[in-house]
């Protein structure tokens, strides 16, 4: 299901680009990543928490949908009033960003009202929506495109697919399991807002290191050079996603850990995958000619350095994957709070890196997107390193 996303999203995002240019495609990305960032904030990874509720049967269990659903569309409503003067600072597109956002919402919402039959661990459903929205929203995005419509109803169509499909979503759960308790709802959502509180903060952690980059790039670069730069940390992400979703099957494992020498044998192993991990950049290096014909063939001459940027950020995929496997790391060991202080601090840090390199001049943006990175890595791991001692 992971690999049928992201081709449905690397054909749209490659329609998005030859149709409507690299400047077009720079300011989409760029208004994507910061809706992903504050969108992630918001939803408190309730999903997750309705999951678990769910399968433990909780005494709130039937009541943790229109709970969960309130907490999400009342952190949407805050979302929306702070986005305007983040957007305005970070040079964003407000309408954009904002319809972005709403859709990331109703997305999560989804996930809240699939959590009744994941938490009986049947995922067939799942996947089939899954499946078919994403097809949906694959197809139905090709025809604006190729009708020449603005990019704006690309935006407004995927929001309004993802509204549609919770609507789906909710009303397939049967009416016994859904519950307006009225004299318990300020406790219920105490208590989620608590368990998500705790969870969200290793999910936003992940999102920063996949998102933070095209948010800065957007901060220092315009026009048709920031559309090649955030296509080519695109293409980043999307190996990123599609290597290191299998990392997370370590987790389980992890958290029925009994002692060191079990996580220490599993990080080992993990070891070789990171070590594995770099020949994909290697291969990219040494076929980037090739590379570089394809993308100008399909692309478009904008985009006819994107394969010599893309072979330079490529070699951040070990590092990325390395950092995810301490946020794992972190999560199954409940050291989520000192991993997302650390890697707080490294965006924190990456902004200025972004900063002097810029100053600098040498190859700012290639370099930035690397030594953030590198940061991001080290720092990771001497949290884990210090939480575990």
């Keep these: 299901m992971q690999i049928t996303l992201l081709v449905v999203n690397f054909f749209l995002i490659t329609i998005i680009s030859r149709e409507y240019g690299a400047a077009i495609y720079g300011e989409y990305a760029s208004s994507k990543s910061l809706s992903v960032l504050i969108g992630t904030a918001s939803v408190l990874s309730l999903a997750l928490v309705t999951t678990k509720v769910r399968a433990q049967n909780l005494d709130y269990s039937q009541s943790v949908f229109s709970n969960s659903y309130f907490l999400v569309l009342r952190n949407l409503i805050l979302s929306l009033v702070l986005l305007f003067p983040i957007s305005y600072l970070l040079g964003r597109n407000y309408l954009w960003t904002s319809i972005f956002l709403v859709g990331y919402i109703f997305n999560e919402m989804i996930h809240i009202a699939l959590a009744y039959y994941q938490a009986k661990g049947n995922f067939v459903i799942s996947s089939k929506q899954i499946l078919i929205r994403t097809v949906f929203y694959g197809t139905g995005a090709w025809f604006i495109v190729i009708n020449g419509l603005s990019i704006l109803w690309v935006i407004i169509f995927q929001t309004l697919m993802f509204f549609i499909f919770f609507l789906v979503a909710h009303f397939y759960i049967p009416k016994t399991e859904l519950i307006y308790d009225s004299e318990n709802n300020e406790e219920t959502r105490s208590e989620l807002t608590k368990s998500g509180k705790k969870m969200v903060t290793t999910t936003f952690s992940a999102v920063l290191i996949s ?28 190996l990123f996603q599609f290597v290191g979703a299998s990392l997370d099957m370590i987790f389980p494992q992890l958290s029925k850990a009994q002692n060191k020498k079990e996580v220490s044998g599993l990080r080992v192993k993990l070891r070789k995958v990171f070590i594995f991990s770099f020949s994909i950049p290697i291969l990219f290096y040494l076929f980037k000619d090739v590379a570089q014909g394809i993308f100008t063939n399909i692309l478009g001459n904008e ?5 010599n ?18 946020i794992i790391y972190s999560r199954a060991l409940n050291f989520e709070l000192n991993i997302t202080k650390t890697i707080s601090i490294g965006a924190i840090s990456s902004y200025l890196i972004y ?25 990771t791991t001497y949290s884990f390193k210090k939480s575990y001692a």
Excluded: K
């Excluded at 900063?355 to 001049?361: K, S, V």
């Design 211 to 238: 998102e933070l980059d095209i948010v800065l790039l957007g901060l220092f670069y315009s026009g048709p050079v920031l559309g090649v730069l955030a296509l080519s940390r695109r293409l980043l992400e999307a």
């Design 303 to 307: 985009f006819n350095e994107l394969a």
């Design 355 to 379: 900063y002097l390199m810029h100053e600098i001049g040498y190859n700012p943006a290639v370099l930035s997107i690397i030594f953030s990175q590198v940061l991001i890595a080290i720092l």
């Design 309 to 326: 940027i893309t072979s330079s950020i490529l070699f951040c995929l070990p590092l990325m994957i390395w950092s995810r496997i301490n």
